[in-house]
Every structure is written in C-alpha cells, then in structure tokens.
C-alpha cells in the first residue's frame, strides 16, 4: 500500500530541501542508493533545526545550550531514483512532540513522481550541551517545532 503525501490540509508548513545527485550518491545499478538517501535525510535535518544561511534553523534560538542526538532513524524505499529525475527533494515535517525527544518525518521525491520514493522517520533527543542529559523541551521551543506540526509518516507495518 502506498503512502500519500501528506495532505496540505493537515500539514501547517514543510521545509524542503533539494539535492542534486552526485556520481558518488549512484549505486551500480546507476540509481540514488540507500546511503545517500540517508546523507540527504541527515543534512536536511541539519539544515531544518540548525539552519543555513539566510533559512532554516527551527532551534536556532536554544542550539547554544542544548544539542541534538538522533536516537532513530526508519526509512523505507519504495522506489528508485535515478539522476534524470534531480533534484532529490525532502519534504520534512514534525509528527510529535514529546518531553525531551520529538520526530521528524520526511518524504524524498525525484521529479518524475508525486508518489515518495523514501519515507522517513527519525527520533531527534535534546540534550543540555553542559551535562549531556536530556533537555526538557520547553514551550517556546515546543512552538517553534509545532509550527511544522503534521502527521506521523505512513510506514508499512512489519511482520513481527
């Protein structure tokens, strides 16, 4: 079963990066392989909370006291991608919001399909920058992440 994108409806906002396909990103088969869809996955999310110039940085304004760790990452394939169809872009969104952790969701596309051909799901933890102990997210911050505010990704259950 296919996974849509997320209606616009229920999603307030999306960062979107895009990538273009390096030589290195090509598996032998000569489509994006599934590293690289992990290295976009990483530097959108870098980009998103940390910012780069001129956008992004939803925790810009808390990233001189607390840090941020990746507890988990699922993704899952559901088509390739290969160089003709770059940009790779990432839709990413917040699914939920918990007392020190909360997720990021992402769909990557290649631009021959509206349908994604990955789909994301990583648990970002804060943690104070000074002990390394969790950081409760405190309501500002909670704002600022609930301004991405959309629903949990459509993963395939797993045969347990």
């Given at each position: 079963m296919n996974a849509p994108t997320p209606d616009p409806?229920?999603?307030?906002?999306?960062?979107?990066?895009?990538?273009r396909i390096r030589l290195s990103d090509r598996s032998p088969s000569g489509h994006v392989n599934n590293v690289?869809?992990?290295?976009?996955l990483d530097e959108a999310r870098?980009?998103?909370?940390?910012?780069?110039?001129?956008?992004?940085?939803?925790l810009r304004p808390v990233l001189d006291v607390v840090t941020t760790l990746v507890a988990r990452n699922v993704v899952e394939y559901r088509r390739e991608i290969f160089p003709d169809e770059e940009p790779v872009r990432l839709d990413l969104w917040?699914?939920?919001?918990?007392?020190?952790?909360?997720?990021?969701?992402?769909h990557a596309y290649g631009r021959s399909s509206d349908e994604p051909a990955a789909i994301f799901d990583s648990t970002v933890v804060l943690a104070?920058?000074?002990t390394?102990?969790?950081?409760?997210?405190?309501?500002?911050t909670r704002q600022l992440l609930a301004a991405y505010a959309g629903p949990p990704p459509a993963l395939r259950t797993t045969a347990g």
């Amino acid at each position: 079963m296919n996974a849509p994108t997320p209606d616009p409806e229920t999603v307030r906002s999306r960062y979107t990066e895009e990538f273009r396909i390096r030589l290195s990103d090509r598996s032998p088969s000569g489509h994006v392989n599934n590293v690289s869809f992990l290295r976009y996955l990483d530097e959108a999310r870098t980009a998103f909370l940390a910012g780069r110039p001129g956008r992004g940085g939803v925790l810009r304004p808390v990233l001189d006291v607390v840090t941020t760790l990746v507890a988990r990452n699922v993704v899952e394939y559901r088509r390739e991608i290969f160089p003709d169809e770059e940009p790779v872009r990432l839709d990413l969104w917040v699914p939920r919001i918990g007392r020190t952790s909360f997720s990021v969701a992402a769909h990557a596309y290649g631009r021959s399909s509206d349908e994604p051909a990955a789909i994301f799901d990583s648990t970002v933890v804060l943690a104070t920058r000074a002990t390394g102990q969790p950081w409760p997210i405190d309501d500002a911050t909670r704002q600022l992440l609930a301004a991405y505010a959309g629903p949990p990704p459509a993963l395939r259950t797993t045969a347990g």
